[in-house]
């Protein structure tokens, strides 16, 4: 069974631009989750989607979205990039709820 | 609200040593507890859990028990090898549908 897979693997981007995360979810899974990671502030949660749905939001700005697809593949958009957005972005699908999450190999983004 | 504590690293050992990981939470309710590693370069892979009071979780050697009274969720290996130098992360699941809450990470560094 594939895992979760994120692309692209990296990405350098200028501050004040965008960038668009991809999330390709463990077949079956239909929640996907994405967290930021930070050398400081570690895995801090960013939202989840549930069948196209937004289910649960953590404490960022409006900058971040996300959606979901009908195949519950995900993506994620940071608008207006600043050089605090850098970090490691990880998505994780689940298949039923407290089941364990299942993380991708990252997406790092560095904003220069 | 709820929160995850892992004492700082990094944790430096020698092959064959007895590993302890600190953890411990605070809740409301009942959450769920694991514990995830991380490889350099790759996300998070659920290494153990357990859902409720008393429970032991053990995979690969290592184990950990929930204590609820101590609240805890500790993580132990009697005899750590080089291939287990990573970063490992406590966290909880405050109930099913809710975002996983990680505690910072703590890095586990062995030598030959």
């Known amino acids: 069974k594939a895992g979760v897979t994120q692309t692209p693997r990296y990405l350098i981007k200028t501050r004040g631009q965008q960038v668009t995360l991809s999330c390709s979810p463990i077949?079956?899974?239909?929640?996907v989750s994405w967290y930021q990671q930070t050398p400081g502030q570690g895995l801090q949660f960013l939202f989840e989607?549930?069948?196209?749905?937004?289910?649960n939001k953590g404490n960022f700005p409006g900058r971040f979205s996300g959606r979901q697809f009908s195949n519950s593949r995900s993506e994620m958009n940071v608008s207006t990039l600043e050089l605090g957005d850098s970090a490691l972005y990880l998505c994780a699908s689940q298949g039923v709820d407290n089941s364990p999450l299942h993380f991708g190999n990252g997406t790092r983004l560095t904003v220069t | 609200g709820d929160s995850v504590t892992q004492m700082e690293g990094p944790v430096t050992l020698s092959e064959e040593a007895f590993l302890t990981i600190n953890c411990t939470y605070t809740?409301?309710?009942?959450?769920?507890l694991f514990w995830y590693v991380q490889y350099p370069g790759e996300g998070l892979q659920l290494l153990l859990k357990a859902t409720k009071a008393d429970d032991k979780g053990s995979n690969k050697g290592f184990e950990a028990t929930y204590r609820k009274e101590t609240t805890s969720f500790h993580l132990e290996k009697g005899s750590v090898q080089v291939s287990d130098s990573a970063v490992y992360f406590c966290?909880?699941?405050?109930?099913?549908?809710?975002?996983?809450?990680f505690g910072k990470g703590t890095t586990l560094s062995v030598s030959s």
């Open positions: 077949s079956g899974h239909r929640s």
């Open positions: 989607y549930f069948s196209e749905t937004q289910r």
């Open positions: 809740a409301t309710g009942y959450p769920s």
């Open positions: 966290a909880l699941s405050p109930q099913a549908g809710t975002a996983l809450i």
